[in-house]
């Protein structure tokens, strides 16, 4: 099991939230998303290492930047 | 054919904005919505006069508010 935290970009408002939780959500081996809005905290557990790429790829998707 | 302006708070993104378009769009004899999100301006297009109550359930029911 493997769990990390990113910072998200951009978003506003739980409609966003939603948006990120689902696209990444989508990543093979992902068993978890929590988002903090207030400071763009977006904590992934997974049951495999993901690439800093695949997350990134995933947030671009849901309209929103990856912000390191 | 009747077109009034209204001040919807709470929109912070485009998925707010699709929110209050579709909920305002199901009003019986809704013919065009238009959302500005910078400044909260919703201009509504309708084929009948339409009462501030129906636009103001519409928008709670989206998650938001009339300004007045």
Chains 1, 2 share one sequence.
Do not use: F, P
């Amino acid at each position: 099991m493997s769990e990390s935290t990113y910072i998200v970009t951009g978003m506003t408002c739980g409609h966003c939230v939603s948006s990120v939780t689902e696209e990444i959500g989508e990543i093979n081996g992902v068993q978890d998303v929590q988002v903090d809005l207030s400071t763009g905290n977006v904590t992934v557990t997974s049951d495999r290492e993901l690439t800093h790429e695949e997350i990134r790829s995933a947030v671009t998707e849901a309209g929103y930047q990856l912000a390191s």
